[in-house]
């Protein structure tokens, strides 16, 4: 579907009237997920550590 300036539109998300538009809207969500992927990574090593942490303590007290 080709709207009056010849640029093509994206006919699968009604409300991205472009595909540049919907390729910034898909960046955006890939970028935030990446971000919450990152900060479950740091809250799962810390976690990790802790845990080492406490089973050492409870080996050698």
């Given at each position: ?17 472009t ?43």
């Amino acid at each position: 579907m080709v709207n009056d300036h010849g640029k093509k539109r994206d006919v699968s998300d009604g409300w991205a009237s472009t595909s540049m538009e919907s390729k910034i809207v898909l960046h955006e969500l890939s970028t935030a997920q990446h971000e919450d992927i990152v900060s479950q990574a740091r809250v799962d090593r810390s976690m990790r550590f802790l845990l080492i942490d406490r089973c050492l303590r409870f080996i050698r007290p």
